[in-house]
């Protein structure tokens, strides 16, 4: 069944034949099709509806961010994997933030690194004005799926943020470099200068990846 909505021969909203006809078909007990029916109605694969049939489910993106969510709260050891995660999508978002942001959006970013530099000054870690950049970067893609992927990881990274930056401000002189690489990445996209904005992203969560590696 997986197989035939894979290939396209079954898809969302379609009908299957009973029970009956596919156990006859398939040349297995009732029983069996009616297991295998159960499994992927859990899997979320199909519908059972009363009196009307077994349908293909139509599955919302909306619905695999929750599971993501879901993966996140229950494992709490994602370090390494959440940094991947961030290469894999915040590379791309500088990159596509530098060529559709609106001049509201660069205003977003500037002003998390103008509360990012108050911090350093105050002595804090910063961590919240750091998302609040990172958060201002995804808006600017206009992508709806990211910043809803971005809102699911949210308190995950700026977990891992007060942590990063906990172990990063134990060496004099980087909270000005992380400050300097963050603005190089808001430079590079509000010039539209998309390259740059990924090659300069890519290095700056490199480096704390290191760091956090240690």
Known sequence: MKQLIAEGVLNPGDKLISEKELAEKLQVGRSAVREAFR??????????????????????????????????????????????LR???????AGLAALRHTPEELAQMEE?????????KAGELGEKADWKFH????????????VELMNTIAGTMQRVLRAARMQL?????????????????????????????????FEHLDKVEKVLRI
Do not use: C
């Open 39 to 84: 499994a992927l109605e859990a899997m979320g694969i199909l519908e059972i509806r009363p009196g009307e049939g077994t349908f293909v489910r139509r599955v919302e993106p909306q619905e695999l961010i929750n599971v993501l969510s879901l993966v996140l709260i229950m494992n709490r050891d994602t370090t390494e994997e959440l940094m991947e």
């Open 169 to 201: 401000y134990m060496t004099p002189g980087t909270p000005q470099r992380l400050l300097n690489e963050h603005k190089a990445i808001f430079q590079a996209i509000k010039e539209g200068r998309d390259q740059d904005a990924r090659r300069a992203m």
């Open 87 to 93: 290469k894999i999508l915040e590379v791309e978002s």
């Open 112 to 120: 998390a690194l103008a509360q990012m530099e108050a911090d350093i």
């Open 135 to 146: 958060y201002a970067i995804a808006e600017a893609t206009h992508n709806s799926l990211l």
